[in-house]
C-alpha cells in the first residue's frame, strides 16, 4: 500500500473495492502516505471518527478545506484571476 497513490492510480479508480477491503483488513484507519490524510474504512471506527470532531475534519480533499491559490491574489476582487 505505500507505493499506491489512490489519488492518481488509475486501476483503483477503475475498481477500488479491492483496494478499500485490503486496506480495511489490515488497519481500519490507514494514514495515507503520500499525502498524509487518513483513510477510515471500518464501521466502528468511522463512528468513532464522526463524533471525534477535535481529531477529525469532514473535509474530503487533500488540500484541505482552503487549498492554496495558485497564484499571488492582487487586489480586492481576484474573479477575473480565478478565472484565467
Known sequence: LATVDYFSDQTISQ???????????QNPVHR?????V????GH???LAAF???D???AVNAIG???PPL??????????EQIEA
Open 15 to 25: 475498481d477500488p473495492y479491492a483496494y478499500w477491503d485490503h486496506l480495511r483488513e
Open 44 to 46: 466502528q471506527e468511522v
Open 70 to 79: 495558485p497564484f499571488v491574489p492582487e487586489g480586492d476582487d481576484i474573479t
Open 55 to 57: 481529531s477529525f475534519s
Open 32 to 36: 495515507e502516505p503520500h499525502y498524509g
Open 51 to 53: 463524533k471525534d470532531h
Open 64 to 66: 484541505g478545506p482552503f
Open 38 to 41: 487518513v483513510a477510515v474504512t
